[in-house]
């Protein structure tokens, strides 16, 4: 096992501006230069925190221009010093979990022990980007003809560039980047404009872990700076995660511009319920994966869909348990679930309630009627349940990214997989149930890239890969992983001989192995 290194940097890190949020480019701190900027919110008191720069096209392409430089050097560096400067990392990543997740908590709103959940699955994939010695090894067949061998090795693409949303401003990036520098390239970061501080404090740890300047950059901005990216000639891959819309944009207007790309989307997750489940897990399960994270999660279970007589008790018991989720500030201990990220967000997913009565549904629970909806300040709304969904209403056929759980009841299994499979999302589904044959089906037959057998929130460990089907994602490959290591390389077949002088003639004729 390689040694671990002193990290490199032992100065204090650069102080950012409390009231400003710049780029980093090459190695250090670039305040913005275009004079446009965006506003980042404290979701829990609706004030304004700070304000963050919006690059220029011109800014994206030092961004760009820094990573190029950087490439060749990185690229030749021994798998023996990139393993050690990741193991740097993944080191001071976790020393400053603390100081991660209080960033998140500020900008996002999630409570700090979700915080800290993100950071740990961000965490899995530096770890397993430490072993990139092994996820590079190729393939070598020796003696294909008569003195001639073929092997295989795995390259790195060049410079490549990451979007990542709001909602895991660090896991997100991590998905991405650990893999993509073991590999040998150079990165260039565009995070979420709503929560940008986090990766600001991640470019600082790398760069104290010994990571050379220019391997990793970050800039922030708006679709100036997305697009940008997608036409710039040095950027070989982009890796996308957000909403479908932009995700399809990011992939059709990359992939145009002869581009690698992975652009993962929204969802819309089913968690089945058949009438043998045990119904207080599900309920558990249902409101613990559908409220986390005040439901601002890709992976978030936001439709139950309640085969049979499984629909009144399921009922009753997730309404049982929703007077207990404490809603508040991440800043109080006891809090569980904090605000959405923006009141303009807020306010659209509180629409939903609205719309869904308005159709039909029948609201069990209402978020708008907590008082941190009626009289905060902050992006709050409180936990919210509408039961008796049908798929023609429009609360159903989007995403509501938030705390609204909708009930769909079906009569059977066979109506439960085709609403499943019907919908136009295939990020995640769970099965709850105690019929092993059943579960296996499900598995089976269900259209969706991440399947949960009583488990509401399937998100692999990062030694596979994470992916959905459908509007979830557009291109070939999933994220991270062994399918991220393929990403962010591309394959080299040699074949090779060493005949001895003398021994060579001239043959016209395609050469053959026998
Ligand atoms: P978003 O699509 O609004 O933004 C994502 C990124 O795209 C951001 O960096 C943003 O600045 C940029 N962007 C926004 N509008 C753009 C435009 N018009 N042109 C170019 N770039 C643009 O997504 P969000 O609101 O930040 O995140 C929430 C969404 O992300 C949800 O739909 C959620 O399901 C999805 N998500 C998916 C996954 C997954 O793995 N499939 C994971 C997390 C989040």
């Known amino acids: 096992m390689t040694q671990v290194a002193e990290p490199r940097v032992q100065s204090p890190r650069p102080e950012p501006s409390p009231g400003r949020v710049s780029h980093w480019i090459g190695g250090r701190l670039v305040p913005g230069g275009s004079g446009r900027h965006g506003p980042v919110y404290n979701p829990a008191t609706g004030r304004l925190a700070r304000e963050v720069d919006f690059a220029s096209a011109e800014e994206i392409d030092a961004a760009v221009e820094a990573a190029r430089a950087a490439f060749p050097a990185w690229r030749s560096t021994s798998l023996s010093k990139r393993t050690e400067i990741l193991f740097n ?22 409570v700090p022990s979700d915080a800290l959940g993100e950071v740990s699955r961000g965490l899995e994939n530096l770890e397993f980007a430490c072993g990139i010695p092994h996820l590079l090894k190729g393939a070598f067949s020796e003696q294909v003809s008569t003195g001639i061998d073929v092997y295989q090795i795995r390259q790195p693409i060049g410079v490549v560039a990451g979007i990542t949303p709001f909602n895991f401003p660090a896991m997100v990036p991590m998905w991405m980047f650990a893999n993509a520098i073991a590999c040998g390239n150079t990165f260039v970061l565009k995070p979420s404009e709503k929560d940008p501080s986090a990766s600001m404090l991640i470019a600082e740890l790398l760069k104290e872990a010994g990571l050379p300047d220019g391997v990793f950059n970050v800039v922030h901005g708006d679709k100036v700076a997305v697009d940008r990216i997608l036409e710039h000639p040095d950027v070989a891959a982009v890796s996308f995660v ?144 509408l039961d008796r969904v049908t798929p023609d209403m429009e609360s159903y056929q989007n995403e509501i990214f938030g705390p609204v759980l909708e009930v769909v009841r079906v009569a059977t299994y066979d109506e439960a997989v085709k609403l499943v499979n019907e919908n136009p999302y295939g990020n995640g589904t769970a099965i709850f149930t105690r019929d092993g044959g059943a579960a296996r089906q499900f598995q089976f037959e269900a259209q969706a890239g991440m399947v949960g057998i009583n488990v509401p929130i399937p998100v ?39 005949p001895d002088p003398g021994t060579s003639q001239v043959d016209l004729g395609f050469p053959r192995t026998r």
């Open 460 to 498: 692999p460990v990062a030694y596979y890969s994470f992916g959905g089907w459908k509007n979830s994602l557009f291109g070939d490959l999933h994220m991270y992983g062994p399918e991220g290591i393929q990403f962010y390389t591309r394959g080299k077949v040699v074949t090779a001989r060493w």
């Open 242 to 385: 957000g909403s479908t819309p932009i995700a399809k944009y990011i992939y059709e207007t990359g992939t145009r511009n002869g581009k690698r790309v992975q652009a993962l989307g929204g969802a819309k997750n089913h968690m089945v319920v058949l009438p043998d489940a045990d119904i207080d897990m599900a309920a558990d399960a249902a409101v613990s994966a559908g409220y986390g994270s005040a439901g601002e999660r890709c992976m978030a279970i936001s439709v139950v869909v309640a085969v049979g007589e499984v629909a009144d008790p399921l009922v009753d018991a997730i309404r049982s348990r929703l007077p207990k989720v404490r809603v508040g500030p991440g800043s109080d201990a006891g809090s569980e679930m904090g605000p959405l990220v923006t009141r303009e967000h807020r306010d659209k997913v509180a629409g939903y309630l609205e719309k869904g009565a308005a159709a039909g549904a029948a609201i069990v629970a209402d978020g708008r009627e907590h008082s941190l909806y009626k009289d905060g300040d902050g992006f709050f709304l409180g936990v919210s349940l």
């Open 89 to 110: 990392i993944r080191n001071l990543v976790h020393d400053g979990r603390e100081e991660i997740a209080a960033l998140l908590t500020a900008e996002h709103g999630k």
